[in-house]
């Protein structure tokens, strides 16, 4: 039996302070996106923060990034995306209720 009592999305969300720093942690080559098929960082991103463009390309949001790095994993595309760490005393932090 589990100690964690359910806790609905909302709330687990309001658990989470984005630390937003100048400098975006992540960088999205939309010309490289153009010739994706697959668009995986589209379904993979557990923030829903790429947006598939008209023309092919991504639009990327980094403001509500969790810095789990799967975009970077999925992506098929050799440089389309470039992921570091955010710099120091900003990014995701995460509390307990």
């Given at each position: 039996?589990?100690?964690?009592?359910?806790?609905?999305?909302?709330d687990?969300?309001?658990?989470?302070?984005?630390?937003?720093?100048?400098?975006?942690h992540i960088?999205?080559?939309?010309?490289?996106?153009?010739?994706?098929?697959?668009?995986a960082?589209?379904?993979?991103?557990?923030?829903?923060?790429?947006?598939?463009?008209s023309?092919?390309?991504?639009l990327?949001?980094?403001?509500?990034?969790?810095?789990?790095?799967t975009?970077?994993?999925?992506?098929?595309?050799?440089?389309?995306?470039t992921?570091?760490?955010?710099?120091?005393g900003?990014?995701?932090?995460?509390?307990?209720s």
């Amino acid at each position: 039996m589990s100690d964690y009592l359910p806790i609905s999305f909302e709330d687990r969300m309001g658990l989470v302070e984005f630390r937003v720093g100048e400098r975006a942690h992540i960088g999205v080559d939309g010309d490289s996106c153009g010739g994706c098929s697959t668009k995986a960082c589209v379904v993979a991103c557990p923030a829903n923060l790429f947006v598939p463009t008209s023309d092919g390309g991504i639009l990327f949001n980094y403001e509500q990034c969790f810095e789990c790095g799967t975009c970077y994993m999925v992506c098929n595309t050799e440089g389309a995306i470039t992921w570091t760490y955010p710099d120091g005393g900003h990014g995701v932090v995460f509390r307990r209720s």
